[in-house]
C-alpha cells in the first residue's frame, strides 16, 4: 500500500512538473507578434481622420490604414479596424480590444512611456482652425487666446492649449472638432496640420475654414502594447517599404508624401 502511494505521489509531482514546463514554454513563446499570427488578425484602434483613417464607400481607408493593411499581410493576418475613443486607447490596448494605434499618434512622451512605439514615420504640426473670414486676426499665440476652442479628448492638440493655458470644450474626434467651428459653436479648433491639409480650404467639404498658427512641431508612431514586439516587426516593415517604393506609393495617393520620414 505504501508503495502504491508513494507511486501515486511522484505521478502527481511528475504530471504537475510538466504542466509548469509547459506553461514556460508557451509564455515563452506567446510574444505579441504569435498572439496576432494566432488568431489571424491586427486589429487597428483608430478614429475618423483623413487622410490617415476614414470610410470611403464602407470601407477604412487612408494613408494609415493602407499600411496597416500592408503590415498586415506582411505578418500573414488580416487588418481588422476599431473606431476607439482617442482618449481612452492605451486602456484598449491593454485590455486586448486592439492590437496598436495607428491613426496619425504623436510621439508624445506620455505616449511612448504608455506604450512601444515605432520609429516616427510622418512629420507634423498642431494648427489652430478658424473661419477664413476672421483668420487675419488669428495670426500669433497672443491672438488667438480669447477665442472659444474645442478639441479632441486626450489628443496633441488638447496637450498643446494645456501647456498654453488656453480653456476649450472636448470633442470625441477631430472631426467632430471641425464640425462644431464650421457650425459656429465653436471660434476655433486645433488639428493636425496633416488633417486640416486634407480637409478644410478650397476643394474640400469646409472651403470656408483655414488654419493659422501652428502650435508646434512634431512626429507620428504606431503604438503597441507595452514589450511587445510587434513595433520591431513595424520599423523592419517599414524600413522594406520605404525602401521598395510601396510607402511613397501609398503616400502619394493621400498626398502626403511631402511628410515621410525616411528610415
Known amino acids: 500500500m505504501k508503495t502504491m502511494m508513494k507511486l501515486i505521489a511522484w505521478i502527481l509531482v511528475l504530471c504537475m512538473t510538466a504542466c509548469l514546463f509547459a506553461a514556460c514554454g508557451k509564455a515563452e513563446a506567446e510574444t505579441d507578434a504569435a498572439y496576432v499570427q494566432e488568431k489571424g488578425t491586427l486589429v487597428v484602434g483608430i478614429t475618423d481622420f483623413a487622410p490617415m483613417d476614414y470610410l ?18 506582411y505578418l500573414g493576418v488580416e487588418a481588422e479596424f476599431v473606431e476607439i475613443v482617442w482618449e481612452t486607447k492605451t486602456m484598449e490596448l491593454d485590455d486586448k480590444n486592439i492590437d496598436c494605434v495607428w491613426n496619425g499618434m504623436t510621439l508624445t512622451d506620455a505616449v511612448k512611456t504608455a506604450m512601444e512605439t515605432s520609429n516616427a514615420y510622418c512629420n507634423n504640426a498642431q494648427v489652430v482652425v478658424v473661419k477664413s473670414g476672421i483668420a487675419a486676426q488669428y495670426q500669433d499665440i497672443d491672438s488667438i487666446r480669447g477665442l472659444n476652442f474645442v ?12 501647456a498654453l493655458g488656453i480653456p476649450y470644450i472636448e470633442a470625441d474626434s477631430q472631426a467632430d472638432a471641425l464640425m462644431e467651428v464650421a457650425a459656429g459653436t465653436s471660434e476655433a479648433c486645433v488639428i493636425d496640420l496633416l488633417m486640416a491639409g486634407a480637409m478644410i480650404g478650397e476643394g474640400t467639404s469646409y472651403t470656408d475654414l483655414t488654419y493659422t498658427v501652428a502650435l508646434n512641431d512634431e512626429e507620428y508612431g504606431v503604438g503597441f ?9 513595424l520599423n523592419e516593415f517599414f524600413a522594406a517599404a520605404y525602401k ?20
Not at 56 to 73: L, Q, R, Y
Not at 244 to 263: F, K, P
Open 244 to 263: 521598395d517604393g510601396t510607402m511613397l506609393a501609398i503616400a502619394e495617393t493621400y498626398g502626403v508624401q511631402e511628410s515621410l520620414i525616411a528610415r
Open 225 to 233: 502594447r507595452k514589450g511587445s514586439d510587434l513595433a520591431a516587426k
Open 56 to 73: 470611403e464607400n464602407g470601407e477604412w481607408v487612408g494613408f494609415d490604414a493602407d499600411m496597416a493593411k500592408a503590415f498586415a499581410a
Open 151 to 162: 478639441v479632441e479628448a486626450g489628443s496633441a492638440g488638447a496637450e498643446q492649449l494645456d
